[in-house]
Structure formats: C-alpha cells, structure tokens
C-alpha cells in the first residue's frame, strides 16, 4: 500500500501528461524520419547527378500562411483558456489558412512540374516532392485535428473544462511543430537544392 501512495505522489509521475508525453514521442519518430530524409538528400547530392531549379515564390507564400495559422490557433488557445468565445473565430480562421497551406503547396509544386522538375529525371526535384509531400500528410493530420476541435467548438456548450483544455494543447502543440519543422525544412531545400 505504501509503495502504491508513493508512486502516485511522485513528482515524476505529475510532470507531464501521458497522453503529452506520447506526442512528444511521436515528435522525436518525425524528426528521425525527416532527419533521414535529409541525410540521404546530403548524400545524394554529393554524388554530382544534382540539377538545381528555381524555387517558385509561392512556397514562401505557403510558409507565411502557416506562420499566420500557428499564431492564430495560439492566440484561439489562450481565448479558449480565458472562456473568450473569439476562439471559435480564430480556430476557424486557422484551419482555412491551414487549408490554404494545402492549397498553396499543390499549387508550387504544380509550378514546379511545369518547369520540368519532376520525379523521374531529377533527383533533386524527386527529393523536395518527397520531403514537402511527407510534410504535406503531417499538416493533413493536423488539419484533421483541428476540424475536430472546431466540431467540439461549434457543438458542444463553452466551459474551459481541464479535459478540453488539454486536448486542445495538443492540438497547438502538434500544429506549432508542424509549423517549426517546415521552416527547419523550407530553408534546408530554399539553401541546399
């Protein structure tokens, strides 16, 4: 019984909460599989068969929304937090530019085929699809639990209850390192294709 009330009491075991601690976790697998991804473009490159092109402009646009969308859905957390019902307005507002970022991304690297950057005779070109795709499915999910949260919103009674509070820190968290890892990714590919 003493053991028990010990564990319990720890500090360990307040710090963080599981279901935190299992998006952390899931944050370090992206990193190492997106760390890969570059390892192997870094390695690919050296070997010569390497042509350059032209970064379309729309990709920096692409990069502004998702800045915009991370501070809006941070400042719709904080609202949410203070039982300010602007969340709503504000989560809306990022998950359309979440949506734009989607958007934005089909379009440049639909720009990007046009001037003949495709997968089979470049390299380079076959290494920024895959690196920007990956990203794309991760902003998908994140889409996804975004759209939930704004459902949850929209339909049930406001109260900053600790559950949901949670839940939708995890939400922000996951978005904010969707966002942090495509600046890390952006200005790899804008610096090293």
Known sequence: MMARMHIQDSPLRSRIHPQKFALYLSFGSILMMFTAFISAFIVKQAQGDWLEFAMPPIFFYSTAVLILSSITLHFSYNA?????NIYKVLLGLSFILGIAF???QYKGWYQLFAQGVDMKKNVAGSFFYLITGVHAVHILGGIAAIFVTL?????????ATEKRILRYSLVVNYWHFVDVLWIYLFGFLLFYR
């Open 80 to 84: 949410f937090k203070k039982e300010n």
């Open 102 to 104: 989607i958007v934005l």
């Open 151 to 159: 459902l949850s919103a929209l339909s049930l009674k406001f109260k």
